[in-house]
């Protein structure tokens, strides 16, 4: 019988099954070839860097990923569910039960504190909870990322590196099973980046979070279990140099 870890779902199928994913638009009446026979698999648990120039796909790809945008040729499986064939009203359903994501421009409302922008991410996925169990997760979700003493400021009176700790909480608070991050350490310093990137890969770990990553950083890609290169709207393996 399958042996399925708990924890991450290791040995229940990959939580990323991608095959032969096109993605095309037509602008201005003339098709544009986005992404080109992508195939991609990604195991439970997996961190999985994406690398690769300017404008080859990256984004594309993760947004195909999280559901937010749909693929034109292929087919895209995403924690056993496919999501090419599915509406917009699941499409959002799915995201709300497996999904996080983290961008580069954090993307926080700037009206609200950092326990309202994270328990709003959470009241949106996990409605059923009371708003005290939503105030408490949400609080403990930023105590994790080192923000305790930061709940109630708002984005403004933050660091850069500390909006995107709050961005992290919130793409974790629910406890996504796929955590997509798109350049999340793009408009950070050095030092604030690594520990957005530390907290990234120590949260996923002890949740059993599988982590897609695209980055312009080679230290940072190097430090996943894999590494991929897109080019041209296709998607090529990086073979490990022997130790
Ligand atoms: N909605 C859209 N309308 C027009 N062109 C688009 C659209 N979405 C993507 N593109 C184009 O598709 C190509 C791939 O874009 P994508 O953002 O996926 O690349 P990327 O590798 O993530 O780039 P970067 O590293 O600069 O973020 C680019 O040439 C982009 O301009």
Redesign the pocket.
């Known amino acids: 019988m399958k042996k399925i870890d708990s924890e991450t779902g290791a040995g229940a199928g990959p939580i990323i099954d991608a095959r032969g994913v096109g993605y095309s ?1 037509e ?1 201005a009446g003339r098709p ?1 070839h ?2 080109r026979g992508v195939d991609l698999r990604v195991e439970p648990g997996e961190v999985v860097a994406i690398v ?12 195909l990923l999280a559901g937010l ?1 749909k693929a034109t040729a292929g087919t895209v499986r995403v924690c056993g569910e496919g999501l090419t064939a599915m509406g917009e009203d699941q499409l959002a359903l799915f995201r709300r039960r497996n999904v996080g994501i983290v961008f ?1 421009s954090f993307h926080l409302v700037p009206s609200l504190s950092a326990l309202d922008n994270v328990g709003l991410a959470l009241e949106i996925a996990a409605p059923e909870l009371s708003l005290a169990e939503t105030r408490k997760r949400a609080t403990a979700a930023l105590a994790d990322v080192g923000l305790g003493d930061r709940v109630h400021h708002r984005p403004s009176a933050l660091s850069g590196g500390e909006q995107q700790r709050v961005g992290l909480a919130r793409a974790m608070v629910s406890r996504p099973r796929l955590l997509l991050a ?2 999340p350490t793009g408009n950070l310093d050095q030092k604030s980046g690594a520990v957005v990137i530390d907290l990234m890969f120590g949260l996923a770990r002890q949740q059993g979070a599988t982590v897609v990553l ?1 980055t ?1 950083d080679p230290a940072l890609a190097a430090r996943a279990d894999r590494m991929l290169t ?1 080019t041209n ?1 296709e998607l090529v393996e990086n073979m490990r140099e022997p130790a």
């Open positions: 638009l602008i544009l986005i992404l690769g120039p300017s404008g080859s796909g990256k984004t594309s790809m993760l947004m945008e580069q798109d350049e695209i312009h897109m709207g």
